[in-house]
């Protein structure tokens, strides 16, 4: 076998329109070369334009990590007390702003009294 050029590719495949042909017992033999196709421009700008869409986002939520860590935090506690605040609030019939209330100043208060 000689050098093959530096911009074909030979894949091995099984083709639809020769499955009326006999196969051959090799590979290499139903080997088909593909050419690679030139990037187009809209291709590269698309690219390029993702790349720092990427770019901007990860910078911009590093600038804010601080903010994303207090809203992770205040998103854990609420999904973590909506139970109790559930259930207290069908047990009282007391309004939902009430209780969270109750509830926080319960957390806060065993907190400070814990240490």
């Known amino acids: 076998m000689g050098r093959a050029h530096p911009g074909l ?12 042909r006999p196969r051959s017992a090799t590979p290499a033999e139903n080997a088909r070369t593909v050419r690679w196709a030139a ?3 809209q291709g590269v700008v698309r690219f390029v334009a993702i790349v720092v869409a990427c770019a ?8 804010v990590r601080g903010v994303i860590r207090l809203v992770a935090i205040s998103l854990f506690f609420a999904l973590t ?3 109790i605040v ?3 609030c069908t047990k ?3 309004p939902r702003a009430l209780v969270i209330l109750t509830t ?3 957390l ?4 400070a009294l814990i240490g």
């Open 9 to 20: 590719v030979t894949a091995v495949a099984n083709l639809r329109d020769d499955a009326d």
């Open 39 to 41: 990037p187009s421009l």
């Open 56 to 63: 901007v986002a990860l910078y911009l939520s590093w600038r």
């Open 81 to 83: 007390l909506m139970p």
């Open 86 to 88: 559930d259930a207290a």
């Open 92 to 94: 009282t019939r007391a």
């Open 104 to 106: 926080y100043v319960l």
């Open 108 to 111: 806060i208060g065993a907190v």
